[in-house]
């Protein structure tokens, strides 16, 4: 048997921040960064929730558990029956790893200003510690509510647009095809790559008027993908992500051609199907559409474009691949990948 269940109430559209006002919350928690705290949203945010409430402003990129620690601590203090988490990935992600650490319940909803993780309506956080990514999945970090307000993403770096971008493609690739894939979620799935496709490189030349599909894109790859499971390209992601400090979605695109054609024996049929929907001509039409929308978007094509020493990698080739094998994506993945194929897609990379 198989399920698919949408957990989380979407607010999207015009004024969608309008939401806040009905919470009905006593106690609100804002867990953002100090950008998001600085320019006065946060405050903004809170006034909104016509309660108390405090701002928690220390979140970083790849929350780490002493920066969840210091969260819980606040939790401890504050008592709140409300989370909200603004900000991109980090943010969101933070929130929930300070759910699931604290005894105390919240509400959480999640209000996301970068259009990439999916993190609003997933199970999924991803946690560092000592340079290691532990990604967290559990079904209790599902946000309540996302609220998708294009008025958050109209200063958008082009940097941030272009990773985050390239994560929304990899999330609905590797969800067409992965172990728990169903129409459901490939419905999900197909519809946001065809959007993101199209609009992320209008969006990364300038035109802020496709940002808002381009967010609500990102939302559907993350309900696909919560559903369907990820795979190979994220377990090897979050393996390098975690030695090397680059961008999640970065990587990503580094690694997507390479993934395709090691899955593509295994999952024909979702490939194509895929490549069908978006007009293009089979799984050698993906993948140069991967290669193509990579160039417009500026983003490397190699580990070692992306600034990585191809000895530094070589040296740290073993334990990547270890920690990839051991990656929860990997179970997920639609044909089984050993140590040696993480460290035959490793090589690829370089
Ligand atoms: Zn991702």
Same mark, same amino acid.
């Given at each position: ?38 320019? %006065? ?29 210091? %969260? ?16 991109? %990935? ?150 390098? %992500? ?109």
């Amino acid at each position: 048997m198989q399920t698919f269940a949408l957990q989380t109430k979407l607010c999207f559209g015009e004024n969608a921040l309008d939401a806040l006002s009905s919470l009905q919350a006593q106690r609100v928690l804002i867990v953002t960064d100090r950008f998001f705290a600085e320019n %006065g949203i946060a405050e903004q945010i809170g006034k909104r929730c016509g309660c108390e409430f405090r701002i928690f402003s220390e979140v970083q990129p790849d929350p780490a558990l002493t920066l969840i620690a210091q %969260g819980v601590q606040v939790m401890q203090d504050f008592s709140p029956d409300t989370l909200i988490a603004l900000g991109g %990935g980090s943010a969101i992600d933070c929130a929930k790893g300070m759910l699931s650490m604290s005894d105390k319940d919240a509400c959480l909803i999640a209000v996301p200003t970068s259009s990439g993780t999916g993190s609003e309506v997933t199970s999924f956080a991803i946690l560092s510690h000592d340079g290691v990514k532990h990604p967290l999945v559990n079904d209790a970090l599902r946000p309540r509510m996302a609220i998708l307000d294009a008025s958050l993403l109209q200063k958008l770096p082009k940097s941030l647009i272009a990773d985050a971008g390239m994560d929304v493609l990899a999330h609905c690739i590797e969800a067409v095809a992965a172990k728990n894939a169903s129409p459901f979620s490939e419905a999900f799935a197909v519809c946001a790559f065809r959007k993101a496709l199209e609009l992320l490189p209008k969006s990364y030349r300038g035109d802020s008027s496709v940002r808002e599909t381009v967010h609500c894109a990102a939302t559907m790859a993350g309900v696909a993908f919560d559903s369907a499971g990820l795979g190979a390209c994220h377990a090897l992601s979050h393996a390098i %992500g975690g030695t090397f400090h680059l961008a999640h979605g970065r990587i990503n695109g580094i690694l997507l051609p390479h993934i395709i054609t090691l899955n593509a024996p295994a999952c024909t049929p979702s490939y194509n199907g895929l490549a069908g929907m978006c007009g293009l001509s089979g799984i050698a039409g993906l993948r140069l559409a991967i290669m193509r929308v990579r160039k417009q978007l500026e983003l490397p094509a190699t580990l070692h474009e992306a600034g990585l020493e191809r000895n530094a990698v070589l040296r740290e080739a073993e334990a990547i691949s270890e920690a990839a094998v051991n990656d929860p994506c990997t179970l997920t993945n639609p044909r089984p990948v050993t140590k040696s194929d993480y460290l035959a897609l490793l090589r690829s990379a370089l």
